[in-house]
C-alpha cells in the first residue's frame, strides 16, 4: 500500500505517518515534507524518485505527472498493466495558506495559490472508492482508529472525499474573492460564497423546518446559556449591528429583528434602563445588545426580566455573576465582526447580492421655514441612526436619545406612524421623527403632528416634497433632508 503525503501544515503529521508506515505503508513524499519525514526517522520515497523528473520551477512543479495521476486515478491494477506504475491507496494533502496572503502584494498572493495540491486531492476524491482522501490535520486521529479497526468503508471514503472536494471549492472562492476586491471596485461577476458548518441548530425558523449556522470564523463566545437557535442568530445580528452605530454608551432591545428599544446614555446601566422602558411588553423575551463591556450595575437591571440573549463585546467578572444566575439566558461575547463587504439574500429563483448599508450621516438639509433645535437635531441623528435597522415601511419616534415608539414593516408609511404612535402614547410630546424613505403623502406627517411630534428627518425625494413641507410649516414643525434612503426589507 502507498500513501502520498504533501503538506503545508505539518500539525500532527509525525504520528500520523508512523502510524501508517506501522500498518504496512511506503510513504511518497515531497520536497518540505520529505525533508520533515527524514528529520523524524520516518522512511519516506521521494516524488521525483518515482517519476525520473526533478522538482522545476523553485518546486511549482511536483506531483503534476502521470506516474502519480496514474497512480491515484487508476481503477484497478489492471488499468496500470505494463505501464510501470504502482497505485496509490492514500493521498494525504492540505494546501498552502492563500488566507495568509489575501493582503500581501499581488506576487505573493500568486505564489501562494496551490496547484498541485488541490490538483491531487480532486484525483483522489474522484477517485474516493479505492482512494483515500486525507484534507486536513484534524482527520488523522479518525483515519488511523477506522483503518486499526477495519472500519474504512465507503461511507468514510465518499465523505472524507466530499470534505475534500469542499475545502479545494473553498479554495477557489478564497482566491476569486480576494483578486476581485483587490483589483475591482464593482460587484463581482459571479457570487461564489464558502462557508464551513459551525454547528447544526435545533431546527430553523419554524421547529418543522432544519437549521444550521455556517461561518468561515466564529466571531463569538458563549459563557452561559442554551445553544443558539435559529432566530437568536438572526436577532443577534440585528441587535449587535445597531448598537455599534453609536459612539456613546448604547443599548438595543429586539424583537423579530426589528428594535422594539434603543437608548444612549451617559452610562451603559443608563441606556439599558431607558431602552427597556422603550417598549416594556414587547421586550418580553427579547436579544439585548451592548457596544461597552457589561458592568454590574447594568448586569443587576437585567435581574427580573425575561430575556434570551444578551450580546455585548465583553463583561466583567461580577456582570458574569449576576447573569449566571439565570439559568436559560445565553451570553454571548463579541470578539469581532466578519466585516464583509457584501450581504446577500437568496430567492427562490436566485440571489440577490448588495453592498452593505454603512453609509454616516455627515450632513442634513433643513428644508423647513424653522431651523430645528440643537436638542432636535441630536434626536433626529440618533433617530435616524435606529430607523436603518428598522423592517421598512420605517418610522422611528425618539426622544433624548431614547426610542419611545417604532413602526415597522407596515405596507403604508401612515399606519406606520400611527403604530409608532400609539407605542409612543403621550411621550410623543416634543419628540421627534425618523423615516427610513420619502413622505408619499402629507397625511402622516400630519398624524405626527396630533401625537406630538416636533421635528422630522427622512430622506426626501418625493414629487409631492412641496406637499410635506407646507404640512411641516403649517404645524410649525422642523424638518431636515438626509439626501438618501435607508430601507430594510
Known amino acids: 500500500m502507498q500513501a502520498l503525503i504533501s503538506v503545508s501544515d505539518k500539525s500532527n503529521l509525525e504520528e500520523f505517518a508512523r502510524a501508517l508506515v506501522e500498518m504496512g505503508y511506503t510513504i511518497i513524499s515531497t520536497g518540505g515534507t520529505y525533508r520533515y519525514l527524514a528529520e523524524h526517522g520516518i522512511d519516506a520515497i521521494r516524488v521525483k524518485d518515482i517519476t525520473g523528473f526533478p522538482e522545476i520551477l523553485n518546486g511549482r512543479v511536483k506531483t503534476l505527472h502521470p506516474y502519480i495521476h496514474g497512480g491515484i486515478l487508476a481503477n484497478t491494477e489492471e488499468d496500470l498493466s505494463g505501464l510501470g506504475i504502482e497505485p496509490i491507496d492514500m493521498v494525504v494533502v492540505n494546501l498552502y495558506p492563500f488566507e495568509k496572503f489575501v493582503n500581501a502584494s499581488e506576487d505573493e498572493m500568486i505564489e501562494n495559490i496551490d496547484i498541485g495540491g488541490v490538483a491531487l486531492l480532486r484525483a483522489a476524491a474522484k ?26 468503508n ?91 452605530e453609536f459612539d456613546e454608551p448604547a443599548a438595543a432591545v429586539i424583537k423579530h429583528a426589528n428594535p422594539c428599544g434603543a437608548a444612549i446614555g451617559n452610562t451603559l446601566s443608563e441606556a439599558f434602563s431607558r431602552a427597556w422602558e422603550g417598549d416594556p411588553m414587547s421586550a418580553y423575551g427579547s436579544i439585548v445588545a451592548f457596544n461597552r463591556v457589561v458592568d454590574e450595575a447594568t448586569a443587576a437591571l437585567m435581574k427580573g426580566k425575561y430575556i434570551e440573549v444578551v450580546v455585548a463585546p465583553g463583561y466583567s467578572d461580577d456582570a458574569l455573576k449576576i447573569l449566571k444566575k439565570k439559568k436559560n439566558i445565553r ?38 421655514r424653522r431651523e430645528p433645535t440643537e436638542s432636535e437635531l441630536r434626536d433626529m441623528i440618533f433617530g435616524w441612526n435606529v430607523v436603518k435597522h428598522v423592517k421598512s415601511n420605517a418610522i422611528v419616534f425618539a426622544k433624548d436619545g431614547m426610542v419611545i415608539g417604532v413602526g415597522a414593516g407596515q405596507m403604508s408609511r401612515v399606519d406606520s406612524v400611527i403604530m409608532a404612535s400609539m407605542k409612543a402614547g403621550s411621550r410623543a410630546k416634543g419628540a421627534v ?53 435607508v430601507f430594510r426589507h
Do not use: C
Open 331 to 368: 451570553i454571548i461575547e463579541m470578539k469581532s465582526l466578519a466585516n464583509e463587504m457584501y450581504e446577500v439574500r437568496q430567492l427562490e429563483f436566485g440571489y440577490l447580492l448588495q453592498e452593505r448599508n454603512t453609509k454616516k450621516l455627515y450632513e442634513v438639509e433643513v428644508v423647513s
Open 433 to 485: 421623527m425618523a423615516s427610513d424613505a420619502f413622505f408619499p403623502f402629507r397625511d402622516a406627517i400630519d398624524k405626527a403632528y396630533e401625537s406630538g411630534i416636533t421635528a422630522v428627518i427622512q430622506p426626501g425625494g418625493s414629487k409631492r416634497d412641496s406637499e410635506v413641507i407646507e404640512a411641516i410649516n403649517e404645524h410649525d414643525m422642523a424638518m431636515v433632508f438626509t439626501g438618501y434612503r
Open 154 to 244: 465507503l461511507e468514510k471514503r465518499r465523505e472524507y472525499a466530499l470534505r475534500a472536494f469542499a475545502l479545494t471549492a473553498s479554495y477557489d472562492s478564497m482566491i476569486y474573492n480576494a483578486f476581485w476586491r483587490r483589483f475591482y471596485d464593482t460587484l463581482p461577476d459571479t457570487l461564489l460564497i464558502s462557508a464551513p458548518l459551525s454547528e447544526r441548530l435545533r431546527y430553523g425558523e419554524n421547529p418543522h423546518q432544519r437549521g444550521a449556522f455556517y461561518s468561515s470564523s466564529i466571531p463569538f463566545v458563549q459563557h452561559h446559556g442554551k445553544k443558539l437557535s435559529f432566530n437568536n442568530l438572526y436577532d443577534m445580528d440585528s441587535a449587535y449591528a445597531l448598537v455599534m
Open 127 to 152: 477517485n474516493y472508492r479505492r482512494v483515500i482522501v486525507v484534507s486536513s490535520p484534524a482527520q488523522y486521529e479518525e483515519v488511523i482508529t477506522l483503518l486499526k479497526n477495519g472500519k474504512m
